[in-house]
């Protein structure tokens, strides 16, 4: 659907119309919208309807690159329902800090799992992404004012927080000579993820060990293609890793494993860890991986967005994203009902996590000595 609204605009600006006329434009394209969002909304909802709560209107132009960024737009966690804006955990990830690397948000308090409640006095309640972004985003030095409310807390707290460039890690790892433990942690999904989980599989394989911990928490998700290639290490070629499902609109789409299958006729013992922090992405693989029987999830319930969105143009620059689909996992589970359950439940907590102390990865780790 292409609405020229701009030609319609400048066809009656170079005219002495009436206020009135001079606002039908806009009056125009408010009303193709409306009708727009109730067509759709119609189509796409029924008694297992798609989760409509990450829709919603953009109003910025779109080249190449940002289609394809909105296309998994809810993967990388960029969509909010009223929940969610009032925590804005993943933005809060992706535009200022990572909690424990020593980032501004680190090193001023914030913890993760914080809800940020406003930004500069700004209540971030009804606060889009976009606009979050523009408020948390500014000078190298200057000071942005997060008010979060934290567990346990009675009342909220501002923390200011000095902005600094901050690089996001794609992936680290380690390995323990005494419990026998090679850790890869992988904090997104992005477009070298693949080739780094690849580096990562070599380090492993070169320290001999024969049992891993792959840590997802607080890993908001990513690109698609990025957890199929990762989960194409652990599985054979053709083994279902997740589902896009149109619920009978159109054939679903089965994105399945490419084959690489690495640890095939060897020893692995595999825990993954997850939290409420793990999402789309991370939760994809995770759940491919859990429910071909791989790896075991240990941690805490995980964040549960999994859906398809699309951007359609309505012209003037306006722009409208919709969820066309949702994912299922190998079992025909879908994310968005509530994410991933492990199958070890641990959780930490703030203290544990202040005091360098992490029961989730010890639990993993106590698993792991039996398996």
């Given amino acids: 659907m292409n609405f020229s609204v701009h030609k319609i605009n400048d066809w009656i600006s170079a005219r002495p119309w009436p206020l009135f006329w001079r606002s039908l434009p806009a009056l125009l394209a408010g009303l193709l919208l409306l009708a727009t969002l109730a067509m759709v909304g119609a189509q796409t909802s029924g008694k297992n309807g798609l989760r409509q709560r990450y829709q919603r209107v953009a109003i910025s132009a779109l080249n190449s690159r940002n289609y394809e960024f909105a296309r998994v737009a809810c993967l990388r966690g960029l969509a909010f329902d009223s929940d969610d804006q009032?925590?804005?955990?993943?933005?809060?990830?992706l535009s200022i800090a990572l909690n424990g690397l020593g980032h501004p948000a680190e090193a001023a308090g914030i913890l993760s799992g914080d809800k940020i409640i406003a930004i500069d006095a700004t209540s971030s309640s009804r606060m889009s992404s976009?606009?979050?972004?523009?408020?948390?985003?500014?000078?190298?030095?200057?000071?942005?004012?997060?008010t979060v409310q934290r567990a346990g807390e009675p009342a909220p707290r501002v923390i200011p927080v000095t902005r600094a460039n901050i690089v996001v890690p794609n992936i680290k790892t380690s390995y323990n000579a005494g419990t026998g433990v090679f850790e890869i942690d992988l904090y997104s999904f992005s477009a070298v993820s693949?080739?780094?989980?690849?580096?990562?599989?070599r380090e492993y394989f070169k320290s001999g060990a024969t049992k891993m911990i792959l840590d997802l928490r607080g890993n908001p998700g990513g690109y698609l293609n990025a957890a199929v290639e990762i989960g194409s290490y652990f599985l054979p070629a053709g083994t279902t890793i997740v589902t896009e499902?149109?619920?009978?609109?159109?054939?679903?789409v089965v994105h399945r494993s490419l084959g690489y299958n690495v640890f095939a006729n060897k020893k692995l013992s595999m825990a993954i860890l997850v939290d409420q922090g793990s999402a789309s992405a991370a939760e994809i693989l995770s759940g491919a991986l859990q429910q071909n029987g791989v790896a075991t999830l240990v941690g805490t319930r995980t964040f549960g967005k999994g859906c398809v969105q699309e951007m359609f143009d309505l012209g003037g620059g306006a722009q409208v994203k919709i969820t066309v689909a949702r994912w299922?996992?190998?079992?025909?589970?879908?994310?968005?009902?509530?994410?991933?359950?492990?199958?070890?439940n641990a959780t930490t907590t703030r203290d544990q996590i202040l005091a360098g102390n992490d029961p989730q990865k010890a639990a993993a780790t106590a698993w792991l000595s039996t398996h």
Avoid: C, H, M
């Fill in 245 to 252: 499902d149109y619920e009978g609109k159109q054939s679903n």
């Fill in 86 to 93: 009032a925590r804005l955990l993943w933005l809060f990830y």
């Fill in 130 to 146: 976009d606009d979050a972004v523009k408020i948390i985003r500014g000078a190298i030095g200057s000071v942005v004012k997060i």
């Fill in 194 to 201: 693949a080739d780094n989980f690849r580096d990562a599989l």
């Fill in 328 to 344: 299922l996992t190998p079992n025909g589970s879908s994310i968005s009902d509530g994410g991933l359950t492990p199958d070890i």
